[in-house]
């Protein structure tokens, strides 16, 4: 009986928060039918919502799957003072506000910023234009890479890698042919997680941004500003673009967890 009701309170909440508004989003974006909707999608601020989008995400996801790369293999794989210390600097933006951190760029970046001034006399903008948004995304997003790949290779040890180092192999091919295989899957979803969380950004690049429509405006963004001007179809229809992003990374992230919770099973019963 009480596995029943537990169930049943939590079949509850999953429909009330999660797949409720899941259904306004998709019902609200098709309310005046597929014209109205295609009209949304390829209006010229929204291409230009997801034009930015999508090149911030292809910038920031790269520069992170590098970094938590390199920080995951010299975290788990060598002993250095001041391990404790980089762990903690990775976990940073998981315990500050994306709010606070895009203001930290204004302050640092900005007109009346430490570097503003500076860089104004040099003809660069990082501020209110792209280079600040993808500052903003790489900060908010960097630790999500480095986080899933640490406690997978932690597990897996140095045996392998000190085997391939005594046969003769450099740095390189150890890492290219031994570290790299064994943490593909949990690489996979780090990079899954992290583009997610690139692609819908809205604190700190709200903060960065400007808000200039067609130019400094991500979906999101872009999504805000057609919902404060009532136009609620047009609103909806755009973050319903955000809505099958994360359906989808709902199902990719699935298949990756299958894979990865194999993977790390197979790493322990070796």
């Known amino acids: 009986m009480a596995r029943r009701i537990l169930i049943g309170i939590t079949v509850v909440f999953l429909c009330g928060f999660l797949i409720l508004p899941l259904l306004v989003v998709f019902t609200?974006?098709?309310?005046?039918?597929?014209?109205?909707?295609?009209?949304?999608?390829?209006?010229?601020?929204?291409?230009?919502?997801?034009?930015?989008?999508?090149?911030?995400?292809?910038?920031?996801?790269?520069?992170?799957?590098v970094f938590g790369l390199c920080a995951a293999w010299s975290i788990a794989k060598f002993d250095?003072?001041?391990?404790?210390?980089?762990?903690?600097?990775?976990?940073?933006?998981?315990?500050?506000?994306?709010?606070?951190?895009?203001?930290?760029?204004?302050?640092?970046?900005?007109a009346n910023?430490?570097?503003?001034?500076m860089l104004?006399?040099?003809?660069l903008k990082i501020v209110f234009a792209v280079p600040g948004?993808?500052?903003?995304?790489?900060?908010?997003?960097?630790?999500?890479?480095?986080?899933?790949?640490?406690?997978?290779m932690a597990e897996q040890g140095r045996e392998a890698e000190e085997a391939a180092l005594s046969l003769g192999a450099s740095g390189w091919q150890?890492?290219?042919?031994?570290?790299?295989?064994?943490?593909?899957?949990g690489l996979l979803y780090g990079v899954l997680l992290c583009n997610a969380r690139a692609m819908g950004e809205f604190?700190?690049?709200?903060?960065?941004?400007?808000?200039?429509?067609?130019?400094?405006n991500t979906i999101p963004l872009h999504v805000e500003i057609l919902y404060n001007e009532y136009q609620s179809v047009a609103a909806f229809a755009v973050a319903s673009l955000l809505a099958l992003l994360g359906l989808a990374t709902l199902v990719i992230k699935?298949?990756?967890?299958w894979r990865y919770g194999a993977e790390l099973a197979a790493t322990r019963r070796h």
């Open 28 to 65: 609200e974006a098709f309310r005046e039918g597929w014209p109205a909707f295609q009209e949304a999608i390829v209006e010229p601020d929204a291409m230009g919502a997801i034009r930015l989008t999508l090149l911030v995400a292809a910038i920031a996801v790269p520069v992170n799957l």
């Open 254 to 257: 699935t298949i990756l967890e």
């Open 80 to 110: 250095f003072s001041g391990k404790s210390v980089l762990i903690t600097l990775i976990d940073l933006p998981f315990s500050v506000s994306p709010v606070i951190s895009g203001l930290v760029w204004v302050l640092l970046f900005g």
């Open 120 to 123: 104004a006399s040099m003809g």
């Open 133 to 152: 948004i993808v500052l903003a995304t790489m900060f908010v997003t960097f630790p999500f890479i480095a986080r899933e790949l640490i406690p997978l």
């Open 174 to 185: 150890t890492f290219r042919r031994v570290t790299l295989p064994n943490v593909k899957w």
């Open 113 to 117: 910023g430490l570097f503003g001034p």
């Open 203 to 216: 604190g700190a690049v709200s903060v960065v941004s400007g808000h200039i429509r067609g130019l400094t």
